[in-house]
């Protein structure tokens, strides 16, 4: 299992570029600390992405963004389209993933695809990335979010999902004859800004129904009610949704659902997706800290009342460390976590406080097993 403990360089070298003759002198290349952020946009077929995507590449908005369009096509190697938008205009080229789909590809297609694309246009401000409608955001997040090779030019901005309100019910309540979670319900989870599209085709009963169940399956997203996928981009790009700024830091405090099981039916215990929060005024042992979330990550150990396991899809947390001055953030997607320390708390009152989306959770179990971390 592999994991990211990013530790922040605050001395940004300068890169030598190695020259094709040895006899010519090196020339030094002042390195780009400007990282360019991606942003991965999901949804159902039909959801509202492409409109979104034409309405980003069409709009004038002054921002060099990339878009990568990733749709099955025909054959193993499919030739995809790759649209810039610059000021309004669209310039396209060609672009080769080799399986026609980022996901299900080896690991190197998209890095190589994204690298290959900044060698040939230069650097974007933005990179969109399209997910086919089927696809699980989890395995695409990870790959922008841990790789190494990656880690100099790109990193994860957040993911986006959308949503059509008319069919978007009966999708997240599709049955799967495996049991497994459905792929919208997956996309739902993992997004960290929702776009509840097509909100003109339906009564205000039913977008209220729609809410109301992404809200149960995810508390902790941003809900946005658009017509045609037509968004202030303000609200899409820069969402930072990976960071251990100040920004998640208060994000967590104020947007966070009641610290209860976010499910209406709480008492029950659920099979179903949803949110679980609680907070816990002590401070935690590190190295306790690191086995609980391997335990619970990786081994998925911890079980609720019923013994079924705790899977969990998402996480954050802002926690007070034992000798630590500072605020610790950690993040997680299915099996991968990072910590980072942040911003110190000062004369705050130091809190642990943590977000869990996931299934079979139980918000008693967590709590408890959590308490046994602290001093």
Same mark, same amino acid.
């Given at each position: ?38 942003? %991965? ?12 995507? +034409? ?10 963004? !990339? ?46 695809? %994204?690298? +290959? ?100 399956? +995810? ?52 099979? !179903? ?78 809190? +642990? ?23």
């Amino acid at each position: 299992h592999s994991k990211k403990m990013a530790e922040a360089d605050p001395m940004q070298p300068e890169l030598i570029k190695a020259s094709d003759s040895d006899d010519e002198c090196p020339e030094l290349v002042p390195v780009s600390t400007k990282k360019i952020p991606v942003t %991965i946009i999901t949804g159902f077929l039909g959801a509202g992405k492409t409109t979104l995507l +034409n309405y980003i590449l069409t709009e004038q908005h002054k921002k060099r963004i !990339a878009v990568i369009l990733n749709e099955f096509g025909e054959g193993s190697a499919v030739e995809k389209s790759l649209a810039v938008g610059q000021e309004g205009e669209l310039y396209e080229e060609w672009l080769e993933l080799r399986n026609g789909c980022l996901c299900c590809s080896v690991k190197d297609t998209g890095v190589k695809a %994204i690298e +290959n694309l900044m060698q040939k246009k230069g650097k974007f401000d933005y990179i969109l990335l399209e997910t086919t409608g089927l696809a699980d955001p989890g395995p695409i997040a990870s790959i922008f979010w841990l790789d190494d090779e990656l880690g100099s030019d790109i990193y994860l901005d957040g993911i986006v999902t959308v949503i059509d309100c008319k069919y978007g019910l009966k999708q997240l309540e599709e049955k799967k004859s495996s049991g497994a979670v459905n792929e919208a319900t997956r996309q739902v989870a993992l997004a960290d800004l929702i776009l509840v599209n097509k909100i003109d085709l339906v009564s205000s009963a039913q977008l209220e129904a729609i809410k109301s169940k992404i809200r149960s399956i +995810n508390g902790l997203s941003q809900l946005v009610e658009t017509v045609r996928s037509k968004i202030d981009l303000e609200l899409i790009l820069d969402l930072h949704a990976y960071d251990t700024s100040e920004r998640v830091v208060t994000d967590l405090v104020s947007h966070l659902p009641p610290t209860s099981q976010s499910h209406p039916h709480s008492h029950h215990l659920d099979e !179903a997706v949803c949110t679980v929060t609680f907070e816990l005024h002590s401070d935690v042992v590190e190295d306790r800290l690191e086995d609980w979330l391997q335990d619970l990550l990786w081994e998925k150990s911890l079980c609720d009342r019923t013994g079924r396991a705790m899977h969990i899809m998402r996480m954050k947390g802002v926690l007070s460390m034992a000798s630590e001055l500072r605020r610790v953030i950690v993040q997680g997607v299915y099996e991968l976590f990072e910590k980072e320390r942040s911003t110190e708390w000062g004369d705050e009152q130091r809190i +642990n406080r943590l977000v869990f989306i996931g299934y079979n959770l139980d918000k008693d179990v967590l709590a408890e097993s959590f308490k046994k971390l602290c001093i």
